[in-house]
């Protein structure tokens, strides 16, 4: 007599190994996009932390730290003969860089003004978060601002008073501009006809 023997059929095998595969690649998907979210909301959060101790640095030397004080690693205060730490250690950006920043954006630069008065610090965001764009952002006093630091570097606008940007038809509108810094201000440089800056 013929018993046959209970088995698994190679397209069943198959079949559980596809899926077991597609399952996985989800996961690690998944996995990596909530990591870069997470990454962006550290540096988000280490930005307002940076924030904070600047403002009670102000507070106290009525004064920003100068490239020195920064440069220590720490913000603190020594006047009146005792110690004043605002912040231990400054944060780094965390790594890898995320979306497209490039490893140079993918760091945290202080500039203050030569007073004291103000200071501004670059970082990049991988992707949305909160009401923030992905790509670089500045630091200054007032908060996060949706643009870069620097003058010069260009920008890109995604809407203007409640159109929005496109580079296709009807529009054919740029969203990327080139910036150039008149007096204190940043311009953009599209129709203002300034010549070669």
Known sequence: MFNPK?????????????????LATVSVISLSNARAKSR?????????????????FFNDK????????WNTGSIFSTSTGATSTYMQVIPTAPTPNDGLCTVNQNSISYVPTSDGSSYSISLCLGGN????TSGPK????????????????????TSVA?????????DYDQCTYDTVKIGSQCWMKQNMNVGNI
């Open 129 to 132: 978060t909160g009401a923030l």
């Open 62 to 69: 009525g004064r920003y730290p100068n490239f020195d004080e």
């Open 162 to 170: 409640n159109h929005t940007c496109t580079e296709g038809a009807p």
């Open 6 to 22: 209970k088995a698994f059929t190679l397209i069943e095998l198959l079949v559980v190994i596809a899926i077991i595969g597609i």
């Open 138 to 157: 500045c630091l200054t006093p007032a908060g996060i601002i949706d643009a870069n630091c620097s003058c010069g570097d260009p920008i890109t606008i």
């Open 40 to 56: 962006d909301a550290k540096r988000v959060g280490d930005m307002k932390q940076i924030q904070t101790a600047l403002e009670l």
